[in-house]
């Protein structure tokens, strides 16, 4: 059974996990889920999802990102 405040305070609940899912997106540079598997720009090779989110924003494989380091 649902009366007005009961209502009211489901729908504060709902604005309260919706406001932290979004303080939670904002502190996370990335979400896993929209990764992709992209092209390595030197060689071509995968770079993986887990290393995309080891390094944000990388577009090497480990190798070429070594190499590249080492330069
Ligand atoms: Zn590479």
Redesign the pocket.
């Given at each position: 059974m649902h009366d007005a405040a009961d209502k009211a305070a489901e729908d504060e609940e709902r604005a309260m996990q919706l406001f932290e899912e979004g303080l939670r997106a904002r502190r996370r540079p990335i979400d896993a889920g929209s990764i992709q598997v992209i092209q390595?720009?030197?060689?071509?090779?995968d770079v993986s999802v887990e290393r995309q989110l080891a390094v944000p924003r990388t577009r090497?494989?480990t190798?070429?990102a070594a190499e590249v380091e080492r330069r």
């Open positions: 390595c720009l030197d060689c071509g090779d090497r494989c190798r070429c």
